[in-house]
């Protein structure tokens, strides 16, 4: 075999190789050199290696890849924040002062659902304080514009209805990931129907895997934006609240015990959370529901 | 002035950050990352400039809780830079009689072996860029040069192994 070899690479070299290794390097490889390289021995297998050459590199280069960067590398926490115009409430962790703080949104929104025009000019559109009707599509609906996407959906299922997460008479819609084409993100969409068939909740959930990347953060920012506004039923509190979600996600932090933020668009709670493993929450809800 | 690590507002000091056991924690980490970039044998000084460099900007980490990220983002940034210091020390020890490092022989190379002869700047960019998959300017923003720069390191250090995989077979 070793003797095959030395014999193959003893041929008497082709006085085109080197120019053509100067051409490919240059990526001015022309129809004559693929035409010369077919038949000939000495430089087809080179043109064949540098194909070849991308993929190898990368092969290689993961290969050398001992640790993952730690999840937040490229976070907006380690340069200059951007979030602080955002009309939110923020805290490190979940916990006693976040209820204190929800219910002092439900004092502020309930007061400007009962004096209109008190807060005019206020951070949201109208078409982001109460409307009439129910919060959310049905799932039936959500379903089908996302399967439009190429999401895969599988049916849902009852929710405990005893325990401390109890919630009787409650149910999955359905659960619908997103196709495997994003680019190391996914997401998932589990609206929550009462014993009538009614959407009263939708859950969102967003993992990043491999390298977190800032391209891929904002895709599934993109993503989680996209499936907030196809589940509110009001196309003008669903782009609100979608276009929130995607500036909102990337600027939640890496922090230990996680961060998040929430809103209200009139009766309807946004509610976005970052786990430090690099995975999102997203909960859509009634205000009234804390 | 080199544009430096991720960072951050001046604040001259804080005391609510113990860096000496975060970076304790951190360090495995750190070395294997620097390893990744650097070499195993370059990655004891990248860690080791990573605590000098974290102790003496520890007023400028904004916050706290991201401190693992952030000493991960100094070692990415110092495992850039330490060819300058390799560079400085060659220097001095011109005069010296050591056995001098060779570049490999040409000859059925492996491309994992060109890489792990490049210097550490270009193998830096190349693991980040195709090892990691960030893209230029995210590479750009870790390393702490231009996105013109990092384009230009990327695209000569490719061409320079893709020349010397090619003339291996050739």
């Known amino acids: ?290 | 002035m080199e544009a430096i690590e991720p960072g951050l507002v001046q604040v001259t000091r804080r005391s609510d950050v113990d860096l000496d056991s975060a970076f304790a924690s951190a360090r495995p980490r750190l070395i294997r990352i620097a390893a990744s970039l650097v070499g195993v044998d370059g990655a004891e000084d990248v860690v080791q400039d990573t605590y000098i460099t974290a102790r003496a900007r520890i007023g400028q980490l904004r916050d706290p809780a991201a401190i693992e990220a952030w000493l991960a983002r100094i070692a990415v940034h110092r495992s850039f830079r330490i060819k300058r210091r390799g560079k400085r020390l060659q220097e001095l020890l011109q005069a010296v009689p050591l056995p001098r490092w060779t570049p490999p022989p040409v000859g059925r190379l492996e491309l994992h072996e060109l890489v792990e002869a490049l210097p550490a700047r270009e193998r830096a960019v190349v693991v980040l860029q195709h090892g990691y998959g960030y893209s230029l300017a995210e590479v750009a923003e870790l390393v702490g040069i231009s996105h013109a720069n990092a384009r230009k390191i990327s695209s000569r250090t490719r061409a320079r192994l893709l020349r010397a995989w090619l003339e291996a077979e050739a």
């Open chain 1, 1 to 290: 075999m070793s003797d095959q070899r030395t014999d193959e690479r003893a041929q008497p070299p082709c006085p085109r190789t080197r120019s053509l290794i100067d051409r490919l390097v240059a990526e001015r490889v022309t129809a004559d050199d693929r035409s010369h390289a077919s038949t000939c021995p000495s430089c087809g297998p080179l043109l064949l290696r540098a194909i070849r050459f991308d993929d190898e590199l990368r092969r290689t280069a993961e290969g050398m890849v001992a640790e993952r960067m730690p999840y937040g590398v490229l976070d907006p926490a380690l340069a200059p924040r951007l979030a602080a115009d955002l009309p939110t409430v923020r805290r490190a962790a979940p916990g006693l002062a976040s209820l204190f703080a929800a219910i002092a949104i439900v004092v502020v929104a309930m007061t400007v659902a009962l004096a209109p025009g008190s807060l005019g000019g206020g951070t949201h559109p109208p078409a982001s304080q109460q409307v009439a009707g129910p919060l959310f599509r049905p799932s039936a609906d959500i379903f089908r514009s996302v399967r439009a996407k190429d999401y895969s959906c599988i049916p849902g299922h009852s929710l405990p209805t005893s325990g401390p997460s109890a919630q009787p008479g409650e149910r999955e819609g359905g659960i619908c990931l997103t196709p495997k084409e994003i680019e190391n993100a996914n997401a998932s969409i589990i609206p929550i129907e009462n014993g009538d068939g009614q959407v009263v909740q939708v859950t969102i959930k967003g993992s990043l895997w491999g390298t977190e990347t800032l391209t891929s953060r904002a895709e599934l920012a993109t993503v989680m934006g996209s499936l907030t506004t196809e589940s509110i039923a009001d196309p003008g509190r669903a782009a609100d609240a979608g276009a929130f979600v995607q500036r909102a996600l990337p600027e939640l932090r890496v922090l230990p015990a996680g961060d998040n933020v929430q809103i209200l668009f009139g009766d309807l709670r946004v509610s976005l959370l970052r786990y430090p493993g690099g995975s999102y929450i997203l909960v859509l809800g009634p205000a009234s529901k804390l």
